[in-house]
C-alpha cells in the first residue's frame, strides 16, 4: 500500500481512482491507513464474502491473497496482478498514464 501511496499523485493524474480492500475491520483499517499514512481509501470486506467470490482466499493462511486490478471505466478488468507480481505498482503506474495519454 506504501508503494501505491507514493505513486499516487502519479496515478491521480493519470485519472486514476485507487482504493485498497483488506478483510480487516474498517476500524483496523483506518488505525492501520494512519499508521502509515495512507491517504487513498481502505475499504473493508470484513468475513471476506468478496474475497471469496474472487477467489482470492488463502484458507492455508486464512487472508486474502495480494492482488491489484486495473479497471477501465466501463468496468472491464484490463490488468490483474498476483501475490509477489502486486507488491510493485510501476507496471499499473505506467499503463494508467499510457491509457490517459491515448483519451
Do not use: H
Not at 48 to 58: E, F, I, R, S
Not at 74 to 88: L, N, P, T
Request: charged share 25%.
Amino acid at each position: 500500500m506504501q508503494n501505491f501511496q507514493q505513486n499516487l499523485q502519479k496515478l491521480e493524474a493519470a485519472d486514476t481512482q485507487v482504493l485498497g480492500v483488506s478483510m480487516d475491520s474498517t476500524f483496523s483499517n483506518a488505525a492501520w491507513a494512519e499508521k502509515i499514512a495512507v491517504t487513498f481509501p481502505l475499504l473493508s470486506d470484513w468475513g471476506g464474502d468478496v474475497t471469496k467470490q474472487y477467489g482470492l482466499y488463502n484458507s492455508k493462511y486464512k487472508a486474502a491473497r495480494r492482488v491489484n486490478y486495473l479497471i477501465d471505466k466501463s468496468g472491464k478488468v484490463v490488468e490483474m496482478q498476483i501475490d509477489s507480481e502486486a507488491v510493485d505498482p510501476t507496471k499499473l503506474v505506467t499503463l494508467c498514464e499510457r491509457r490517459k495519454s491515448t483519451e
